[in-house]
Each structure stands twice: as structure tokens, then as C-alpha cells.
């Protein structure tokens, strides 16, 4: 007999009964409250299009590298999951099949997030009631395909149904951004709003570098050849990507270092990574552009993000035969006190520059970020990151970050993420998680009870609408 | 309506009814033991003076840099906070405006440490009934004020009032201690103490350090120009500061590094230095004189701290314009093991020698600090520091330390302050965390209570004297 | 009069009386399974010879490194310990006076898990009812020295006692293995097996490392001048352990650091390290070795573990008067997603090779291990180690490893131990541990409590029969 899948209301609440008590209160005054999703990967075709999704495997599976990492660690081939080789070499192609596999596995996710927005997915999202397992996959698989044929699951109706306030996707200065333009001329109330992410003309490790700031630049009517024309290119994307809602930049590099050279270094150093970088060149152009940015983002009033420390693609046999994102990014060492030097140098006392820092280095929690972030007026802490969105890594960030940072220097929720549904159980998570941390306060009398609700809603909702400038 | 100020006889202890009854029979044993304060920074001249303390804001919150750092991070001018610019230029001078600023913004500290020091100021050391806030901030700084201007608030008889049975303060070789002879000379009883703290002529990259040296050594009746006049005078300044009281010297370091060279190489670096150091002399001269101050430590007694691993002033900025501890400081990465090797390799088997070690960098807690402190006879651990000073911090510090180093490697509580009100404060959040961490060992039968009563006393006060010899 | 020892049925569990209640049950189901001991220290002589065990003093105190440098921290100096000295300086000799010294400084211990397992074997291996202490000292003694005398304390009746299904002892390719074949040949049923530990054959920093590897090639028949014929040793001499049980190998490494050189460069590099290496030539080679080892364990199937991130001997006196393993051994920081790249490059994606990893830097749980392990096939999480086989310790890892990794990417429970008497209460305590864990998770409700009893016993039993293919 298959066993209940357990939604259970007090899920991630503390077990003493006095303090999940006061979790639940607490919780009672955001659960509801509307998202605010101010740094994700969905893609704005769904929205723009609004056409149904395909299946539960090409939905739920196939794109998670969070699913795929951990099946292929147990030894399930990524083709046998369906992913598409870029040999063109014969993977699954029956979704029903991939999603037996996933489901014979599923076990492998306990005690993981991954689990957890699962099983809201199954359960909320679809009304499943039993567990997913090898028995129960096929059932699960026709309820959730019989679904995605109906009108209440495409794109447009689940956004309303999230409670969805406004969601920020992710664009390259490359992108048109013709499916943010389709979804503003549609007439639909969907506030989606998109994000300056210039690593493909900012990284010279990139492959393609100097090609795409060829297009960059003459898309902005600049000249390529000098760092001046290289920089008003930026500024006319930047403005461009305002026109289409952005309210953010984002910045993914290997480390936080950032520069500040003499325009006569930064036109030598343009030229050099043109011609090819060294490596050395690489990383002083990607930290010369972080200042560039932020001095843009105290122009235009674009919120700036830097997602600094993983070591992308390590598996390299996986990168070239299935491609980028497929779960063999891993996260390495990252210091910030001095590689951030030269931008506060420069900004750092500019109340006007939001510049909120992401980490997967937890090591820096208490001791570099917290005092940062508890000083500089131009900074704020971006929440738990990719591994560190979990139960135990909230966990982790408020009790390293709070007593030096407090509250008000932290920036509420980021999902991150291309799994559309599973974004309410992600803000549902980061919800519950700070209103235990805000009960135990309470319960051990470190904090009052109504300053807890306050502080719970501001979590929740207010703070990522102010830093966003949403 | 202002909202009663809750200092809730149970803060701080565990959630779970049955540990915190353990937390609070603990806590019943040690709450009202005397406070020895072995290291900190109040002002020798408080209680050779015992002159009142001017106003509120003058005590509470312009010298605090916990509290500058947070309210300059939202946004809030140092200058309108009445800290005073090197540039002469116009600051905020009414102390009543500086407080209700202070007030103003007083949510900010939800959470931190800063926000429990501050409520027990308020409630315990001054009466005050309401929680701080703009609407209330007049009414506490009426309160505040008039008190200040008592006897009961004279230094002596707060030092009197809080319990304190020794208070060490710091001073560099290059003060005259007229202070602590002031004070002994009263006849007050009051034992206050000073630290030998060199840093001044012993870190290379102080401004003015040549000319530091040669007051040092001429004071002393010693040969500036050799390096055997330089250690001739510390040895006179300590024995001087023996005089007057001290049992301890502290050094802040960039790093934990330490050097034993030869006779010849000491003669030559002491030179380089003089003449204008390199980074690298800098640092293995610093490296160097912290071995040599072991040395001295095994002859005179005194009990040695290292303070390493901060980046100085961090906002260069603010350095210009207001000058140092302003709340600018920021952690770095700290290694020990390679550090330390050399002063351990000549004195860490000599338990003549108590070397107590401090750290920002909590991952070497159970990494580095507990596994070298579980082994050297001459080392011990410095409790959690600056801005591990905080519940949390302390949590961390004894669920990382204890099962390597145990108990008895450790040395009790520091303050560490210049924030003389909050001390009794400051030493009742260690007294109640040490009790919650030894209620949990007894609860989850790990530790019997009996055991814990004994611990709590140690912890609390036994090992600050034994460590620091008081 | 004596304290009662408290060896309480709930100790380690949680204190909320719910979570607790979770605990008891899961623990109840796993209590009593069979030790698996996959890795660990033990002499396989005392298997042969079945000996009994000489004094109390000589089994549990003076080969105990942990008792050793707590004891050494606080001044007692390592012969009155009777730990014998190099140079045959006079140390104690009577077993019975280091019995009374460890007694009168047991306080030491109290928070860590030397207390825990110590307490264990003074209450359930010998029956004693008192605390150990100056004043129950004898008693003590007098019991465990009656007690080993007898048949019942003899090795062979202890394994079958303590519920041993197999152990693993280590030895160097050197070893002639004749313990193991004469606990074969004694047609005993219990089951000891080696592994494959090559550091005298594999670090170039070895005393003696030429020597030894002139003997390990010679033993088997092989050139040792070729580096092909150095290769060829190594498969015979894993092929004799595989003989004598082993289905393990294990690599105690300064570093993680790994290297996949050219044939060419590979025997160039052997002539180098065999005429006396540089250290960046020893870390190469030893780098080169991890890839070849990580090859031949695909030949033959032999799991493969790394320890690395250890100084050892960082006491150099110490070492020099007693030698090695008396309690100078300190962690520090290690890398591992840059070091294993050119072995996981080689054989990462291979299912068919099984690298457990170990540390003692819990910094890399979260940021490096849990990622790298949920992903890469071929790696699996050891648990934790040394100073971190401990109750928090065990808490930390799997808060830290347990969203990214899983459950099914840890191997179960290891306790690394030579000291016999405690593997039991070793395996006690990270059954609790697992179980305390596991009822947080469905006390949360982020675990069903069918599913935490499958895990407790992966946790306890399967997992490691399973990764050390036992």
C-alpha cells in the first residue's frame, strides 16, 4: 500500500512546543503574504507564450541540477535521465521512463531540500496524496500530465496562483529581451521583470569573448576598439534593460576581486583581453568591471549583485559530453576583505550603490561578510546560495550573521531558480526557517514577541522589495 | 504606549523546560559571583579621577563602535552621531540629538549583542522601565542624565555596585601609568591593573614607530640603536608595569606568525626596520618580538595574549576623516599551526609559559585553536572575541572547543571593553551561555550536574584568575 | 563517598522529551546490530596470539594519544605517564602509579568523548558502578587488573563479545601479514582483515624511503630502479592483502593533492624521489601515486580511502624524546576540489571505483566534500574524523553534508581506533548521534519515521558493509 505523502503544517518548525508555538504564529502573518522574486532563472518565453509544458520529466527532471547531480553520484547515467548529449549520442526519450528512474531513486533525497520542494510539488501543486516511489511513479506521472493539459497549469495561471508580485528573470546584454517586450504588449497584470547579467561580455575566459563584445558594442552603435565605447556600450544596455524592468545587475565570477586602474590601464588591459587574456589579465579585467559597474549602478540606481566562488563545470568528461549546469559546479574557497578593497575604496560609503553579496563559502558568514555588510552603507547580504538554500544552511546564515549584521542588512529571499514550480515551496521554506529562528529568539527571550512579527514580515516580503527597489 | 523593557530573568536559556531548570540552578551559582575582568579597555583615569561621566550619548554611544559601525551601515552619518572629524569640520554636538538619533534607529540592533548590553544598561544599571525608542528616547535620556550626575554613578562606586573584584586595563610601554599610581595612590580599594601592550614598538608599520622606539628605549636608560638596548627596555617597561599590577601582556598582530632567529639576523632586521620597513621586515620583525616576549613571560611571569587576524581600518575613508575604531575593523582569514610554530618549538613545552590565544577566524575553533591548546602545556584559549562576544559566538566556541581542548584549556571570560556600563552586561550573557551549554551536557547526560556546578564557578571566575594569575 | 558512574540509558538523545522519544526508538532497532569496523588501528597479534592483556595502565592509558595530550596539555609530563622515552631516560614503570595520576586529573576530560568512551569501558566492559577518581582510583584498578587476567578479557572473547562481525586493521606493504594468516589458520571464526596502507612506500618523506622501497620491490620480485617495476610491486603486494582479507586501501597524505603525469614524467619523477626528493617533488609523487592507486583499485576492486590535512609531529621535541603518535599531531586547513581534479579528470565518473574521503577540516564539509560526493560516482563521504569523532562533531557533519550529499553518499560509521576496548562505545556513540540526528528530521517533519528507521540501520550497518564491500 502506498504510504501518505506528509505535508505536514508544522514542517521545519522547532520540536520544543512552546517555541514552535510561537513559529507558528509568527508563520501564520507571512504564509500568505504575495512573492517577491527579485533574482531567479525562470524564462520569460513561458510567460510571453504562456503554451502548456510538455511532461513531468521535461518539467521536473530533466532541467534540475539539483535531481541530476544526485541520481548521477549514484551511478544513473545522465542519458539514461534523458538529458541530451551534445554528441547526439541516444539518450532516453520517453519521459514516462526518465520519470520511473527518478522515482525508483527518490529515497536518495532524504533529508535533502530537493525532497522538500518535491513533495510540495506533488502535493500542493498537484493534490497528489501518496509518496513517490517505484510503485507510485505512474500514478503520479498521469496526474501530473493530466494536469499540465489543463489551463490552470500553464505558465500565466500558476504565476497568479503562486501569488506571484513580481519575478525577476535573468538576461546577457545579448539577449533581445523581445519575450519581456511580448509579455508587456500582451496586456497580461504579470509584473516579470528582467536582470543585467553581462558575464558573456564581461568574463574573457568566455568563449566567444571577443565576438561578444563585438555584437555588444555595435548593437550600441560603439566602437568595440576602445574602452570608452566599451563601457557606453554597457550603459546602453543598462538603459535598455531599465526600459524592460530591471531593476538589478548580476554578476557571476570566479572570485570577489575587484580594481580600480588609471583609464590608461584599463584601455591597455581592454586591448590585451580583446587579443586574448591571460589568466592573470582575466581576473584583473572582471575586477576592474565590478568597479565599472557599481560606479553605472550609483548612476542609474540598478541594484548590483555578485555571486562570487564556484568552480564551474569541474567535471570536465561531463561538460563536453552533456554541457554546462548539469550538477558538477562546485563551490571553492572565497575571500572578500581584500578583494572587495578597491570598489569600497571607491563607493563603499555611497548609501545611493546597493551592492548585496552572495556567498558558498560559509566560512565567511561571521567572518568577513557579517562585519562587511554591518558597516559599509553600499552593502547588504544576499541570502543562503544554491547549496546553502536549505533548511540547515538558513539555519547557518542567521546565526552567523545576525549578531554582527542584524536583521535590516540582510535582503529577505532569492529562490534562484529555473524550477518554476517549485518556487512557492522555496519562499515557503525560507519562511518557515526564519520564523523558527525568530522563535527561538523569542522563546530564549532575546527578542519580543511583536517585534518578531514585525522582523517576519519584513523577511518575508519587505526587504526584498526595498533592496530590489522593486 | 511605550513597550515595557523585558529583562526576562530567563534570557538566554534553553527553550526546553527541563534544560533550562538545569540552566537556571546553574546560573543561581555563579549570577552573583564577583566580576574579574583580566582583560579590556576602560580608562585608568575614570578611577583615579572618579570625575562624572558627562552625558549619555558622551558614555553610551559616541565611543561604542559596535554601535557606529551598525547605524553608519544603514546610512547614518558618523558626524551627525557627534564623533569628531580629524578636519575640524562641523559634527552633531548636542548629546541629546546624538541620542535620539540613536534612538531612532534603535531597531537596528535586533538580534545583536549590542541590543542585550544596552536594554541591561538601561533596565538594570539606570531603572529605566520602557523600551528605548524614538518616542521614549527624551524620557531615557532625562533619566540617564540626572543619574550621571549622582554619586552612585561616579566610576568608583559603579565599579563598587558591579561587583568587580580587578579590572586590567591596556597601555602601551609609552605611558606613564600616572593613572594607576593615581588610583593607588587614593587609597581606594579598587584593584584596577594595567596590560603590557607593545604593539606601538613592536609593529614596524605604526606611524611614528622609529620615533616610538627611541622614546621607549631612552625612558628606559637604553641604547636605541642595538637591538639588545630595544629588548633591555621592554624588559625595564615590563618590570615597570609589574609595578603596577600588571600580570599579563597583549599583543594585536596582523597574523599569528612567529620567528626564532639568530642573534645576527635580529641585529640586522632591527636595523631595517628602523630605517623604514618592508612589508615583509615588518612582519618578521613583529614575528620575532612575539617570541621574544615569551621569553620574557617565562622569566617575569607574565601571562601573554595574542590578538591576531583583524584588517585595521578597513574604510580608508572614514580612517581619514574620523581616525581609528570607528567600527571600520574587519576580520581576516588566521592561520596558527605554521604561525606559531616557531615560538612553540622554543617555549610550547614549558608550562612556565601561558600563551592564551584569541581568534575572529572561528573556522580554526576546532580546526587549529582546540587541537594546539589540547596539546601545548603553554597554551590556552581566549574566550570568544570582539565580535564573537555574542551568544552565538559563544555557542559556537564551546561546541567546537570542548571535546578537544575540554574545559580547563580555556581561561573564562574577557570583556574587553571600553564600555564600562555594559561590563556586568557583558559578563552575565558568558555566565548565562556557559550555563545553557553545561545544562544541555547535563541534560543529554554527557556531564553530571554535580560536575557542571563546578564548571559554571570555573568558567565564571576560577580559571580567569588562575590563567591570568590574579 | 564515591559518585555513582552514570552511564545513562538516554544519553546523547535530545532533550525535548518528543524528539527523545523519537530517538529512543530508532536506537532501540539498531542497538544491537553487529559491529562492521572497516577502518581502524588495531593489533591483529592480539587476534593470533589471543594473549591476555598485561595491566590497566598499559591497555587503556598509555597508548592512548587522545588521554596522552589532554593530560600533557595541563603539565603532566608524558613519562610519568610511562610512555617511554627514546633515549631510554627513567620513565614511570608501575602501571598502577599512571593509573592513579590519570585518575586524579580525570576532571580533564569532562565534554569530551574520551569521558564518554572511557566511562563506557569502566561501567559496561568491567562493571564498575563509581566514578573514576584520586579516591576510587584503586578500586578501579584492582577491578580491571583482576578482570584481565581472566578468559573472559582475553582479545578473542572481547571481539565475539562486543559483537564484532569484521574489523579492519592496516598495515604497510611491508608487513609480512603473518598475524592475519596465523588467525586463519587457527580455524577461529572471527573476522580480521587487513588493508593496503602504502605511506612508507609512497611518501618520499619517510625516513628510510628509499630503503623501504627497495624492500617492497624486492619482496616482490620486481626492478625497483623502473618506475614500471615500482607499479608491479604495488599489484602483487595489494594482491597479497586482498589474500589476507583486505578490501581497502588507505592514504594518510599531508594533502589531497592529486596528479595524473606522463609515463615519461611519472619515471623521471620516481629517479628524483629515490635519490632524495624535494618537497614539491614528494608532493608530486605522492600526488601521482593517489591517480595509480585509484587505477589499480579499479583492476582489483579495493576501496580506496584518503586522510589527508595533517601536521603531523608539530611538537618537534616531543617527537624527538617519545616519537610519533603522542598527541603532537595538528590539522590544518585543506583543499580538495582543485587537488582531486586530475584524479577525478582520470576515473571520477567511474562507478566501479569507490574513494572515501576523510578530513579534519570541517570547513570543507559543506563548501567541498557534500558538493563533490553529490556528484562525482566514484566518491563517497568518510565520517567523521579523529578530533571530530565526537558528538558534535558527528552533529556537524551531518547538518553540513546531509542536504547536499544525502544520506547514501556517507559509508556509515568508522572508529579509526587502536584502542580495543572502546570500539564499542565508539559505535554506541555515533549510533545515537545518527539516531539523535534522524529524530530531529521527524520531529521537524522533514523525515517520515519509516524512512528513519531504514536510515538508522543504513547508518549503523549497511552503509558500511556496503562501501568497504565487506
Known sequence: MPRPLDLHPDRLFPADPGTRAIARALYAGVRALPIVSPHGHTDPAWFATNAPFSDPASLLIIPDHYVLRMLYSQGVPLGALGVRSRDGSAVESDPRAVWRLFASHYHLFRGTPSRMWFDWVLGEAFGITVQLDAETADHCYEVIDAALKTEAFRPRALFERFGIEVIATTESPLDSLEHHAAIR????????????????????????????????????????????????????????????????????????????????????????????????????????????????????????????????????????????????????????????????????????????????????????????????????????????????GMRRFRERTTETAGFYNTVGFNDDTRAFLSIPARHDVARRMDCTWLAQLVAEHRLGEEEAHDLARALAYDLAKAAYRL
Chains 1, 2, 3 share one sequence.
Open 185 to 392: 504588449a500582451s496586456g497580461w497584470s504579470g509584473r516579470v521583470v528582467t536582470a543585467y547579467r553581462p558575464d558573456p561580455v564581461v568574463d574573457p575566459e568566455t568563449p566567444g569573448f571577443a565576438e561578444n563584445v563585438a555584437r555588444f558594442a555595435a548593437s550600441a552603435g560603439e566602437d568595440a576598439t576602445r574602452y570608452a565605447g566599451y563601457l557606453a556600450a554597457h550603459r546602453f544596455h543598462r538603459a535598455r534593460f531599465r526600459a524592460a524592468g530591471a531593476t538589478s545587475t548580476d554578476h557571476g565570477h570566479p572570485t570577489a576581486r575587484t580594481a580600480d586602474l588609471s583609464s590608461e590601464d584599463c584601455e591597455a588591459l581592454y586591448r590585451r583581453v580583446l587579443a586574448g587574456a591571460s589568466a592573470e589579465d582575466a581576473e584583473l579585467f572582471r575586477a576592474q568591471i565590478l568597479t565599472e559597474m557599481a560606479t553605472m549602478s550609483i548612476e542609474d540606481g540598478m541594484v548590483m549583485q555578485l555571486h562570487p566562488g564556484v568552480h564551474r563545470s569541474h567535471n570536465r568528461a561531463l561538460l563536453e559530453r552533456f554541457g554546462r549546469d548539469k550538477g558538477g559546479d562546485i563551490p571553492v574557497s572565497c575571500e572578500y576583505v581584500a578583494a572587495l578593497g578597491a570598489l569600497l575604496d571607491r563607493h563603499g560609503n555611497n548609501p545611493d550603490l546597493t551592492l548585496i553579496l552572495f556567498t558558498l563559502d560559509e566560512d565567511v558568514y561571521s567572518r568577513e561578510l557579517a562585519p562587511l555588510a554591518g558597516h559599509y552603507p553600499a552593502l547588504r547580504l544576499g541570502p543562503p546560495w544554491w547549496f546553502h538554500d536549505s533548511p540547515e
